[in-house]
């Protein structure tokens, strides 16, 4: 293995961790492999990125499956909704510039940091405040729009999930962050799908991070589900900070 693929699968170890819990993995991935390999195409880096985190995330969807009570009779209409979402973004890509979502999503991310933090019981209590009906009907709503986000421009998405599903469904931080994993599995596959149809994803390096980040997620999952939901919003704190100084640098100081 070389120097800089054992930089990158350490990298890897704790985006997997993190994303396990919170999301936002993909803000500690990326970077580390556009430090490693800066002549390999963006795409390409991004599409391995995915190849490393769909299964991470996957497996983390599968141990909180084990460990916390999930709705399938919501969350399987809301990851369709999710994936048909992703698709429809990653076309629309093509179609338009998403350079224009910089200036505004570190605004939107703030807003999200400021309400979490004034509001210090939000998502500490889960509490769904929805019938089944209408909780299948938001969360195909969160499922589509933030997948269709995803799809579009990426940064966040989870925190997305996770913050919507807290705040419009009544969950706590730990059962929003588990159903947050099986939406996101879907925003991936169809991202992955798309890369990897145009050639951009390097394999021999994807599944060896695949495997680094598969055991981050293991234990990323085991210390949220044996933490609870405090942990997570003192996780989802910190990683939404982060990614609003990363998207304030992207968007006003490149």
Partial sequence: MTLE?????????????VDSIVGGGGLILLPSLFAAYPGVVPATLLGTSKCAG????AMAAFHYSRRVDLQWRWLMPAALAALIGA???????????????????????FAVLMYTLFNRNLGLHHAPSRGPRSTTVIAMGIGVVI???????????GSFFIFLLVRL????????????????????????????????????????????????SVVGTHLAVRHGA???????????SALILKTTYDAFMQ
């Fill in 230 to 240: 405090s942990l997570v919003r003192r996780v989802f704190l910190v990683v939404v």
């Fill in 169 to 216: 469904l009544g969950f706590d931080f730990l059962n929003a962050s588990a159903a947050a994993k099986v939406l996101n599995v879907t925003t991936n596959v169809a991202a992955l799908t798309l890369l990897a149809s145009q050639g951009h994803v390097w394999w021999q390096v994807g599944l060896t991070l695949a495997v680094a980040n598969v055991i981050g």
């Fill in 54 to 57: 769909v299964w991470g995330t």
């Fill in 5 to 17: 693929l054992a930089l990158v699968a350490a990298a890897s170890f704790v985006a997997g961790l």
């Fill in 87 to 109: 698709f429809c973004g990653a076309w629309t890509v093509t179609q338009v510039d998403p350079t224009f979502l910089r200036k505004l999503l570190p605004v939107l991310l």
């Fill in 147 to 157: 997948g269709w986000y995803d799809g579009f421009f990426g940064p966040g998405t």
